[in-house]
């Protein structure tokens, strides 16, 4: 369906009939990718638009103008950007002329284009409709109800039969400008593009940063025990550092290139892409120091337990086994290990992906006096958060666990550098997460499902490692060369397919299943007040058709972070939320100021006060009903007293009654 008819209320309408369920919304898929930049620029410009009506921007007069020529380039590059883009029609061409004179004016040796037009009716009129919408439902028993309803039959709908599914992701979790009507032959070629991409980045790696080293280390003279000292040691470090820099760059680019409609599947594929990256740097890595240590222990001259020469073994097992090896090949992963992978690339981290940009992206802000409003916010916003980190971890664990292979002199010192450089990464995430990413939502467990494939690995190395040790020990077979290392190989894969099929068929047996908690008491208009993005204001081509084509008044406002007070409240489409917009900081105030404290301190005694006011006349109150119950019963207690009759006393029966006990006494 094309954008001239009105597809969310046909759709509303027919899933209403369909259910028997009351829909607030549907948000529909459009597939707007050939004018995805204008209709985003015009999105963002109406933003700022409206974000100046409500508070402007203001600017130093005597704010410094930079005069050199490659300052006005660069000004001149950095304003063509942050253009004004206007609706067809929008703007009298008169109103066009005096926008551009004044912008001469301003900037008399600079060619910028002040307006830009989109025909966004004309657009959302041409763009057609993808294979996803999301209906909102008013309470997720509602919508699960909905889902029973028509799980059989569907909902026929324009001649099309719609499946409905529970969604298992979030409004910020949809990446809406991915949405299209592609083929499999397309989605192919992008992954085949992606693919391509990583080996090109894989062979950069190669060639600029690993075959200089690898030649330098293997061309060294090792003969007397001779090895590369501190500057070799510290340049392999820095080698293993910028190429899992370069696969993280790399691998970013390829998960975004192939355009993935959900933000989480994206996390996925970046994950797994950059996990295996490394493992191919690290494979590298340990071959060219398995032949350093080869080359270092024949310039020994070291031997067998049985006096052979290291140089006349011809096996691969045999070689690896000897003792002479198995030291070096764990001295040598130990120091590949810790810090070069465990530590520097996370101590590195906080300079280079917090503290530099955003004192590079300040320096720009402050010299350059267009960049205002949202340009400025998004140069000085940090970068986006990822889950790289799994990736990360995982890395440093099978490596962790390699050292199983060698003898045990190394494996506390190990561990203990893996434990200390994780608490490490905990705390600077716990940081960067509170005080320096922008706002991110993950809703799906795919990520966390293929972290803990994941963990197969390692633990199919220990398999391996266990495989190998027990190799000629008393109550195990003894094989010799290609037999260990297939047996070893075997092992390994084994492990990984039964740890697949325990998390795909074991784990499911023991998670939680029924409804969550309020799935009939907690409504959409509940959570809309209190969350800004919604199914409605996320989608940028509902926002639009909101405004151009349904004309809502008001219209749904697209949602972005830090911009929430913008959204206007419109129930008939679903809008609830309401905030007003963040105070504005005054720099010229103290860092301290005595005056609110004091007058902070004086509020803080008033209540103290009434606090304790409040509290002696509950504690007055309870006496005194404690005290008027004491009495009370007292008083009961003693009319009880007075009717009782004491018995008489002695041996003998009398027919008389007893006295009371006042006469008793």
């Known amino acids: 369906m094309d954008g001239t008819e009105p597809v969310e209320e046909e759709l509303k309408r027919r899933l209403e009939d369909a259910t028997g369920q009351k829909v607030v919304g549907v948000s529909v898929c459009w597939d707007f990718q050939e004018h995805e930049d204008e209709l985003l620029e015009l999105i963002e410009s109406k933003l700022v638009e409206k974000d100046e009506k409500m508070g402007p921007t203001t600017v130093q007069a005597d704010a410094p103008e930079p005069e050199s020529f490659f300052a006005r380039m660069e000004r001149s590059m950095l304003a063509a950007e942050a253009e004004r883009v206007v609706v067809k029609g929008e703007m009298t061409e008169e109103e066009r002329q005096t926008a551009s004179r004044e912008a001469q004016a301003a900037n008399p040796e600079e060619m910028i284009e002040e307006c830009k037009e989109v025909d966004v009716v004309g657009i959302l009129k041409s763009i057609k409709t993808c294979p996803d919408a999301y209906a909102i439902f008013e309470t997720e028993a509602a919508r699960d109800a909905a889902v029973d309803a028509v799980q059989s039959a569907g909902v026929e709908f324009h001649g099309n039969v719609l499946k409905l599914n529970a969604s298992r992701v979030e409004p910020q979790t949809v990446n809406w400008r991915n949405c299209a009507n592609t083929d499999l032959v397309v989605k192919a070629k992008r992954v085949a593009m992606g ?59 390829v998960a975004d290139r192939t355009r993935f409609i959900y933000v989480d599947d994206r996390e996925v594929c970046y994950m797994l892409l950059y996990c295996f990256a490394c493992v191919f740097n690290v494979a590298l890595d340990l071959i060219t120091t398995y032949m350093v240590a080869y080359r270092i222990n024949v310039g020994l001259r070291m031997k067998t337990y049985d006096g052979t020469l290291l140089e006349n073994l011809q096996q691969f097992s045999d070689r690896f086994e000897s003792y002479a090896m198995q030291r070096t090949l764990a001295n040598n992963l130990y120091a590949y290990a810790f810090p070069a992978t465990f530590l520097i690339p996370f101590l590195i981290e906080p300079v280079a992906t917090i503290y530099a940009p955003y004192k590079m992206m300040m320096a720009i802000v402050r010299t350059q006096p267009s960049m205002k409003g949202f340009m400025a916010e998004r140069l000085l916003g940090s970068l986006v958060f990822d889950l790289s980190r799994y990736a990360d971890l995982m890395l440093d664990v099978m490596i962790a666990v390699l050292i199983f292979f060698f003898p045990g002199g190394y494996n506390i010192q190990m561990f203990v550098g893996l434990a200390a450089s994780h608490v490490y990464i905990y705390f600077f995430d716990h940081y960067r997460v509170l005080r320096s990413i922008q706002s991110c939502n993950y809703a799906d467990k795919m990520v966390d499902w293929w972290t803990q494939w994941m963990m197969s690995i390692p633990c199919g190395f220990m398999l391996a490692c266990v495989v190998f040790k027990a190799n000629c020990q008393p109550g195990y077979p003894c094989v010799d060369g290609d037999t260990m290392v297939a047996g070893c190989a075997v092992a390994f894969f084994a492990h990984i397919v039964l740890h697949t099929l325990a998390l795909k068929f074991v784990v499911p047996m023991f998670g939680l299943s029924g409804e969550s908690d309020g799935a009939d008491s907690n409504t959409y208009q509940d959570c809309s007040r209190r969350i800004a993005c919604s199914w409605f204001s996320a989608n940028p081509m509902y926002c639009l058709r909101s405004q151009y084509v349904y004309q809502h008044n008001p219209p749904c406002v697209y949602c972005i972070p830090g911009k929430e007070h913008l959204i206007e409240v419109n129930e008939d489409i679903g809008l609830y939320f309401n905030d007003c917009p963040a105070k504005e900081e005054d720099y010229d105030a103290p860092h301290v100021d005595v005056e609110a404290v004091k007058e902070n301190l004086k509020e803080l005694k008033g209540k103290a006060s009434q606090h304790f006011e409040d509290m002696k006349g509950k504690a007055t109150g309870q006496l005194e009903e404690l005290k008027g119950k004491a009495s009370g019963h007292f008083e009961q207690l003693q009319g009880q007293m007075s009717s009782w009759r004491m018995p008489g006393f002695g041996a003998s029966s009398s027919d008389e009654p007893s006295k009371p006990l006042d006469d008793a006494k």
């Open 195 to 253: 693919f391509c991409i990583m080996l090109a980045g894989l062979g950069l790696w190669v060639v600029a940063f690993y075959l200089p080293y690898a030649w330098f280390t293997l061309t060294f003279n090792y003969s007397y025990g001779q090895e590369p000292g501190f500057v070799a040691g510290m340049t392999f470090s820095m080698v293993v550092v910028a190429g899992n820099a370069l696969m993280y760059l790399v691998c970013s680019e």
